[in-house]
């Protein structure tokens, strides 16, 4: 169901994620959010603020941004950096589009989040 | 002593200065009789352009109602030309044939714009920039939309350009010139503008020479001398104005260029004066608001016995075109002796330049930060010594002595004579006395008293400041913030726009109003959603990804990522029937708590994301619908039990409550809305600390608004009372639409009731029945779209993408 082409998992069509939006990768490691910017860029991070563990894919998304839900603390989707006055790091996964397909990395999936 | 008869002929700017002047000074001197071939009040012409495109309405320009010429006893004809004056009988003629005697005589005709003198000049489509008829003219053609072409790249004709291009026109501005306002702006500069005025998707021709204009019986284009042919289904002619002195002249007075008054502005006949941009003084005629004023107060004092006299000061001036800052003041010609500190960054799209003669600034023209254009005009009309500044002059006021200034200090160090309204020509001394003789609190008053700030109004920020110093802590300015970083707009003039240039989507209304980010941010995305979806009911379609996750999954995120469930309970009452299927949700999902909240209604906290249609499939079924407890809208109507059960109700509180609920829910507001009802003044259901409360009493209903008990701590305010629970349910649909339209986004009732004032909003909803029923219609109009339950459409599979993860790994599959 969950084709592998090497290293990469296949998730789903791109066209199933919003514009400006996410969706979550279930995961043993814990959900993963795909974000699908403006500009047709795609990422990948943890579904958790750096902050009070809020879930990122809940947020409204902006150019490369996300804003939490739980506390508007913003983070970028190209670093996972908390952009502004706040500290903190939300891990990246790696993500790619072939076809119109979402991979992310089977390592990143299988990993358990720390 | 019986009054003298004062006639006038022409009801501009000019003689409504002199006139305002002179009821102040001896107001029952003079029978006053107005002839204006405009066939209306006193407005003022300087904003004409605001109202070209779109951003003023003419109402908002009006200087002087008919109910001020009423209680002044001033007859008033409008749309009367006046064709002779007879200097013998002492009697003007109108040319309706009425006749009226006079004392003394005020000829202010103002000045008629000059007409390209070229073939076809006088066709159909062919208008000039001078009137509220020229403006209507205009945006009737524009109506249609097609091309314009103006003619004349100054201040007037860029402004034309621009409102017709924001009434969706496709327009060109064709200048004689090498480059524009070239009497204002060096080369330079001019370009830097004609890239600022192309990027609104202008076109600009320099150099233009116009040869002919075509077309049969209408205007079809524009022929230029080079031989381009430019289409075109409407000209504007905006190159200069000439002073209206043709009945002067017949009339036998001096005329030059204009009509030829002495310093006192009396023309040749002492009992006639010229006033405005007709008269000739010193060999010199005038076109901005300033002089034209100084001239006012002139005639004012010397038609009661005075012996002021004009004296032509240096003027400034501001291009009023939204976006595009430009301010020129004094003299700027270049000539001999001269000299120019000029400060240009191309990347910020800032120019200054100032022109100094012995150390004294003549003139300075700013384009593209213009906040320190009254500072300089005001060293021009002192003739202040620079030497000691020079070097760091041409960076502003906040550069001078060393450290940069905040602007509150810099207002404090400006002398009272120093002006701080050109255009009325009000000084800081008489702002400040006026404030404190009148007991005036904001700027309102200070505009209503002192006419500073009224006019174009780009001198606001000033009075505030003068304001706040004035009253020190207690004043409270409205600077506009802006929404967030995204825009330099506040929320009102966001609002503003998206009505006047229609804009009907986010990206229209980030394009249009020059967004900063290219999709904007949390902040402002959520609030143009709402501002669209109440501006345009049934048109724009809702972006839900501009939503807060709660308004987008109709439920309350919590910390942990569930989410809360709250459905329905009309006015707080609920049967067996709702509260078993309730608790058969409960048990079917393991919905770890149950709670009554604060709104009398049931709350079931910790719902898992995908279960959430589930639930509300069962909670639909049992006839409940969402509560919209997460909604920056209508929440709950609490009630007590009224007369069907309390011995001291008064009235049917209850029924009222879910009748009030039934009507209201489903709409968006500003910010979440709390309502309660109450039997009687015991007030069991709280109401008197709601957004919007009702307490029943034997005559009828209390209606209660601005209430807060939350963050702040408030009880409500009586906005008016009710017979019928019909007129509860007009006025509190109509305080409520109010709200939604001048209410900023996440702005609660009473921090806006705060803001716009009480007595403002009873005026609206309370005392002019027509404004109730009108914003009554547009809520129940707007409800037709929103009444339908969010939860059932999600049942229906809508937004299903929201509930349901893109893909799910268990170990066993990540790990393969």
Redesign the interface.
């Known amino acids: 169901m ?1 084709a ?1 082409t090497s290293d990469w ?1 296949e ?2 069509a791109l066209d ?6 996410a ?7 814990g ?1 993963i959010a ?1 974000f699908r910017a ?2 047709g860029a795609i990422f990948a991070l943890r579904d958790k603020c750096p902050h ?1 563990g ?2 990122l894919s ?6 490369h ?1 996300v ?1 939490c ?2 506390h ?1 603390w ?1 983070i970028s989707l190209e670093t996972g950096e908390a952009l502004g006055a706040d500290k903190g790091c939300t891990p990246r996964i790696p993500v790619k589009i072939e076809n119109g397909t ?1 991979l992310i990395s ?1 390592a990143a ?2 990993t358990l989040a720390a | 002593m019986s009054k003298q008869k004062l006639v006038i002929i022409g009801n501009g700017m000019a003689p409504g200065r002199a006139l305002e002047k002179l009821f102040d000074a001896a107001p029952d001197a003079f029978d006053v009789t107005i002839f204006n071939a405009e066939p209306r009040v006193n407005y003022d012409r300087i904003m004409l352009s605001p109202v070209l495109s779109g951003e003023k309405t003419f109402e908002q320009i009006v200087i002087h109602g008919d109910g001020w010429y009423i209680q002044h006893g001033i007859v008033l004809y409008k749309g009367h030309k006046v064709v002779m004056i007879d200097r013998e009988a002492k009697t003007v003629t109108s040319e309706h044939g009425d006749v009226a005697a006079y004392d003394k005589l005020i000829i202010a005709t103002g000045s008629s714009p000059f007409i390209v003198p070229v073939p076809g000049n006088q066709l159909a489509g062919v208008v000039t920039y001078r009137d509220l008829d020229d403006v209507h003219a205009m945006m009737l053609a524009a109506k249609t939309g097609g091309k314009a072409v103006v003619i004349g790249g100054g201040l007037l004709g860029l402004e034309a350009a621009a409102g017709l291009k924001a009434q969706g026109m496709d327009v060109t501005v064709l200048h004689l010139m090498p480059t524009l306002m070239e009497r204002q702006l060096d080369p330079a500069a001019g370009y830097l503008l004609q890239r600022a005025v192309e990027a609104r998707g202008i076109k600009v021709f320099c150099k233009a020479n116009t040869h002919a204009i075509t077309g049969e019986s209408r205007v079809t284009g524009v022929k230029l001398d080079d031989g381009t042919v430019l289409p075109a289904d409407l000209v504007v002619m905006a190159v200069g104005i000439r002073p209206s002195a043709g009945l002067a002249k017949e009339s036998g007075l001096t005329v030059n260029r204009g009509i030829v008054v002495t310093p006192d502005m009396r023309t040749s006949d002492p009992d006639i004066f010229a006033l405005g941009e007709c008269a000739e003084a010193s060999g010199q005629v005038f076109g901005l608001v300033g002089p034209l004023y100084d001239m006012a107060g002139v005639v004012a004092q010397n038609l009661v016995g005075g012996r002021a006299e004009f004296q032509p000061s240096a003027t400034a001036t501001k291009l009023k075109v939204t976006g595009i800052d430009l301010y020129s003041a004094g003299d700027f010609a270049d000539m001999p002796g001269r000299e120019e500190i000029v400060l240009r960054d191309p990347t910020r799209g800032i120019y200054k330049r100032l022109v100094i003669e012995n150390n004294r600034i003549l003139g300075a023209v700013l384009y593209g930060e213009t906040g320190d254009g009254p500072w300089f005009f005001d060293m021009i009309k002192r003739g202040t010594d620079i030497s000691e500044m020079r070097e760091t002059l041409i960076f502003g006021q906040g550069y001078q002595g060393g450290s940069q200034l905040d602007p509150m200090a810099a207002v404090a160090a400006l002398p009272d004579e120093a002006e701080i309204c050109g255009c009325n020509g009000v000084c800081k001394g008489k702002i400040t006395a006026t404030i404190t003789a009148k007991g005036l609190t904001d700027l309102d008053g200070v505009r209503a008293h002192t006419k500073a700030s009224a006019s174009c109004g780009s001198c606001t920020g000033l009075v505030e400041q003068v304001i706040k110093l004035t009253l020190g802590g207690s004043y409270n300015p409205a600077a506009v913030q802006p929404m967030c970083t995204c825009t330099d707009l506040g929320h009102d003039d966001v609002r503003r726009l998206i009505k006047a240039k229609e804009l009907k989507s986010i990206p229209a209304v980030m394009q249009e109003l020059g967004w900063k980010t290219s999709c904007g941010c949390a902040k402002c995305r959520p609030a143009l959603n709402y501002y669209l979806v109440c501006d345009w009911p049934g048109e724009y379609e809702d972006d839900s990804q501009s939503r807060y996750i709660n308004e987008r999954v109709h439920a309350n995120i919590q910390k942990n990522g569930t989410y809360s469930v709250v459905p329905r309970m009309w006015g707080g009452l609920t049967s067996a029937k709702e509260l078993r299927a309730i608790a058969d949700v409960v048990e079917k999902f393991a919905i770890p708590t149950v709670k009554v909240t604060g709104g009398q209604r049931i709350d079931l906290l910790g719902v898992k994301k995908e279960d959430l249609p589930a639930v509300w499939g069962d909670l639909n079924k049992a006839g409940m619908i969402s509560g919209a407890a997460y909604a920056k809208g209508l929440r709950t109507v609490k009630t007590c039990v009224g007369t069907d059960w309390c011995r001291f109700g008064t009235q049917d509180s209850t029924g009222l409550g879910v009748k009030i609920e039934k009507f209201m829910w489903g709409s968006w507001t500003p910010a979440k809305v709390k309502m309660a009802v109450s039997g009687c003044p015991r007030n069991c259901s709280e109401a008197t600390c709601k957004d919007v409360g009702v307490i029943c009493v034997d005559s009828g209903y209390e209606i209660h608004f601005a209430g807060a008990a939350g963050l702040d701590l408030l009880a409500t305010q009586v906005l008016g009372h009710a017979k019928t629970e019909d007129e509860v349910i007009e006025i509190i649909a109509a305080l409520v639409q109010l709200y939604r339209e001048q209410g900023r986004y996440l702005e609660r009732i009473y921090k806006w009731a705060k803001r716009v004032g009480t007595e403002s909003i009873k005026a609206t909803v309370i005392e002019n029945r027509e404004k109730r029923r009108a914003l009554f219609e547009r809520f129940v109009i707007s409800q037709t779209y929103v009444q339908t339950d969010p939860w059932a459409a999600r049942v229906a599979g809508r937004d299903a993408h929201e509930f349901a993860p893109l893909a799910a790994f268990g170990m066993a599959q990540a790990a393969e």
């Open positions: 969950n592998r998992v998730v789903g199933s994620i919003p514009v400006r939006g969706r979550v990768v279930k995961a043993p490691g959900d795909v403006a500009d009070k809020g879930p809940q947020g409204i998304v902006h150019s941004g804003t839900p739980l508007n913003v979402v089977a999936l299988a």
